[in-house]
């Protein structure tokens, strides 16, 4: 018998139910008898003792299935370590329920933070397996997250509805993209729906570059021009703050967000019409996309392959197109980052899409 405890912790995204129902499928295929327990909203569900035991059944019919049957919720892990409101140790509660049900493996699927507290508490004694999720791609050690291509594909289907109404009217467009410490998304989709400016928060942009290369549009005879601006994007003045003061201006914005700062000084620039239209989380919603369906099933038949082998610790990952895994340690409290010497920005740069650096 196999006693196996599951959660989804932080932001949701689109392949959770998928990736879940891969480990579960493996699980059968692996043990004669297994008993799966759910914690409902992520760790709180471990914490706080809130969890449903799950058959089979309950993971039929969800490989569609967007949000997560177990809900989710975001627990800092920079709070782990300090006592409830009512003065509770976290940390010592996840591992009293993880022991009081014989558990024999802790499966987290998460994005960073939750996977540093994936690495805490494999640290503290549990066996713990980690499932690569978020939207940002941004986790390190993974070449790709599950439900990334997802929210790429809807950020794409974003602007290519805005391509259409910008060449009728001749405006300017922005189009704000999730990644507010990363421009994954934004570059993937900005490359994908054939934006001229992309800006993301890895690459400071300067206004008047950015201004420049809408110019040049201009020179060509094109009519409009599309931004696809992350909603972390972040100029060169700002970015050259101190980080007391940055954080400071951060905290206070005069505006709803970056993109409506942007098109406040494009229009301040040369009186263009601009529009700003910020997709949110409709980039989280919805079904998982085949790439992504395809992902999460192999990155659950992974976890269930390691569970087997009594590997643990471990972050199930891509690597060069193979699913394979590192330990936890490994990725725990690194984010992959776009580097601006990336071939993707180079090829990007190549075709003439401006990243307002230069
Ligand atoms: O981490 C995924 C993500 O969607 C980010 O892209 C975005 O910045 C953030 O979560 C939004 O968080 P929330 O759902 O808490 O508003």
Known sequence: MKRIGMLTSGGDC?????????????LYGSFKEVEIYGFLEGYKGLMYGNYKQLKAEDFSGILTRGGTILGS???PFKLMREPDANG???????????????LDCLVVLGGNGSQKTANLLSEEGLNVIGLPKTIDNDLWGTDMTFGFQSAVDIATDAIDC???????????????????????????????????????PEIPYDIKNVCKALDRRAKQGKKFSILAVAEGAISKEVAALPKKERKALLANPKHPSVAYEIAEQIKAYGGQEVRVTVPGHT???GSP????????????????????????????????????????????????YVSPDDSIVQNAKMLGISFGDE
């Not at 910008?166 to 993937?188: D, N, P, Q, Y």
């Open 14 to 26: 689109q392949a959770l139910n998928a990736t879940m129902r891969g480990v579960v499928k493996g």
């Open 162 to 200: 805005i391509h259409t109404t910008a060449a009728s009217h001749g405006r300017v467009f922005i189009v704000e993209i999730m990644g507010h410490k990363v421009g994954w998304i934004t570059l993937h989709a900005g490359i994908a729906g054939g934006a001229d400016i992309i800006l993301i």
């Open 73 to 75: 919720s975001r627990q």
């Open 289 to 336: 996309c085949p790439f992504d369906r395809v992902l999460s099933s192999r990155f659950g038949a992974k976890a269930a392959e390691l569970i087997k082998a009594g590997k643990f610790g471990e972050l199930v990952v891509l690597k060069n197109n193979e699913v394979t895994s590192i330990p936890l340690s490994e990725s725990a409290g690194k984010l992959k």
């Open 88 to 102: 509770l140790d976290k940390v010592k509660a996840m591992k009293d329920t993880y022991k009081k049900l014989k």
């Open 283 to 285: 980039q989280r919603g």
